[in-house]
T-cell receptor, first 113, second 110 residues
């Protein structure tokens, strides 16, 4: 079974721009969660989508948004990029029941200049 | 104070040593406890998953959870150079929002 895939793997943007990251979950998984990883703050939860609906949300500003499609693929968007948004963005998928093991993709490394 | 505390290390051990990694937490609602391993420039890989208190063993890895002390541990027996990575503890309550520790960098010297 193929794992979680994320595209693109690397991205360079400038301040003020916006960016869209994509995540394809493991086949059959209906929940997709997004996390931000930085050296200073570690891994922090952004949001979770299940059946095209946001089910959980972390403490990030409204510039961070996401969506999920009917095939469970998910996208994350960051608008008006700031230097501090430079990070590894990780997506994790799970079956979607109350508590299931989450499997992570390789991440998208975003650099904001 | 962070919800999950984890010593960032680095922890350096000789090959074959027993490694002990630990996390403490403050949120009594946490019921699910995980250990992930992350190699440089890769996504986290699930090693162990435990519900509530108790021990769980898988090959060279043993996870322990003590909810009364809000303390979890991961033991690695017969450590190998290939075990060199960052080890992240993670936990959650009712739902899929994982709260991670800062990660411990482990170096196993051959």
């Amino acid at each position: 079974k193929a794992g979680v895939t994320q595209t693109p793997r690397y991205l360079i943007k400038t301040r003020g721009q916006q960016v869209t990251l994509s995540c394809s979950p493991i086949s059959g998984h209906r929940s997709v969660s997004w996390y931000q990883q930085t050296p200073g703050q570690g891994l922090q939860f952004l949001f979770e989508y299940f059946s095209e609906t946001q089910r959980n949300k972390g403490n990030f500003p409204g510039r961070f948004s996401g969506r999920q499609f009917s095939n469970s693929r998910s996208e994350m968007n960051v608008s008006t990029l700031e230097l501090g948004d430079s990070a590894l963005y990780l997506c994790a998928s799970s079956l979607g029941t109350v508590q299931e093991t989450q499997y992570f993709g390789p991440g998208t490394r975003l650099l904001v200049l | 104070q962070k919800e999950v505390e984890q010593d960032p290390g680095p922890l350096s051990v000789p090959e074959g040593a027993i490694v002990s990694l630990n996390c403490t937490y403050s949120n009594s609602a946490f019921q699910y406890f995980m250990w992930y391993r992350q190699y440089s420039r890769k996504g986290p890989e699930l090693l162990m998953y435990t519900y509530s208190s108790g021990n769980k063993e898988d090959g060279r890895f043993t996870a322990q959870v003590d909810k009364s002390s809000k303390y979890i541990s991961l033991f690695i027996r017969d450590s190998q150079p290939s075990d060199s990575a960052t080890y992240l503890c993670a936990m959650s309550g009712f739902g899929n929002k994982l709260v991670f520790g800062a990660g411990t960098i482990l170096r196993v010297k051959s």
